[in-house]
């Protein structure tokens, strides 16, 4: 069985300043981890993945994850908040073999000017 | 060139009305994967079809809920006897393989009176 957890349903943080959105998985066997974006009335797309290889995956606007086996986590971070970077973040997970794709309960992120 | 169409893109029907969500994947992408997205929920999958193997329907929260993809391509989501709790907005994605990335249409709006 797996399941994906991020902590914290809404994390506001200042335009400039650190963004880390937390996400820790459950899994039997080394997943694929992904992490989606869902910017306001569009539908999701990616933002970055992890499969195999460098642990430190860069993605798209400057976005970044690590995946940390012997945690079981795969954080998303950004050094400086923008404001556009305001949206909804859902981290994924699917099983080598598996089929599914399971979604994390999303993150909300609000950026104050 | 095109991405995943879902129609309509929202649907207002009376308790115990069945309806037909429609998804037009990605042309070549063998993956269709159904989700529903309700408020403060995240994503759940619903179900899951990879070229002409027999579909994951792991997913359905009851026998009311059906899916079928015709010709490796098209497919229709089909809720009967529809409940208010079915109200939530229903995304269809695509992939080229099970381990690519999702490409996701902007979803059903789904609302049962």
């Known amino acids: 069985a797996q399941s994906v957890t991020q902590l914290g349903s809404h994390v506001s943080v200042s335009e400039g300043a650190l963004v880390l959105l937390r996400c820790n998985y459950s899994?039997?066997?080394?997943?694929?981890l992904f992490w989606y974006v869902q910017y306001p009335n569009q539908g999701l797309q990616l933002l970055l993945k992890?499969?195999?290889?460098?642990?430190l995956v860069k993605g798209i606007n400057g976005f970044e994850a690590e995946f940390k086996k012997s945690e079981t986590s795969f954080h998303l971070t950004k050094p400086s908040a923008h404001m556009s970077d305001a949206a909804e973040y859902f981290c994924?997970?699917?099983?080598?073999?598996?089929?599914?794709?399971?979604f994390g309960t999303g993150t909300r992120l609000t950026v104050i000017p | 060139g095109a991405g995943v169409s879902q129609s309509p893109s929202n649907k207002v029907t009376e308790k115990g009305k069945d309806v037909e969500l429609r998804c037009d994947p990605i042309?070549?992408?063998?993956?269709l994967y159904w989700y529903r997205q309700s408020l403060g929920q995240g994503l759940e999958f619903l179900i899951y079809?990879?070229?002409?193997?027999?579909?994951?329907k792991s997913g359905l929260p009851s026998d009311r809920f059906s899916a079928e993809r015709t010709g490796g391509s098209v497919s229709t989501l089909t809720i009967q006897r529809t409940q208010q709790e079915d109200s939530a907005v229903y995304l269809c994605?695509?992939?080229?393989?099970?381990?690519?990335?999702?490409?996701f249409g902007n979803g059903t709006r789904l609302t049962v009176t």
């Open positions: 899994s039997s066997v080394p997943p694929y």
């Open positions: 994605a695509s992939s080229q393989r099970r381990d690519s990335p999702l490409h």
């Open positions: 079809f990879q070229g002409n193997s027999a579909p994951d």
């Open positions: 992890y499969t195999t290889g460098a642990t």
């Open positions: 994924a997970v699917i099983q080598t073999g598996a089929n599914n794709l399971f």
């Open positions: 042309s070549g992408h063998t993956a």
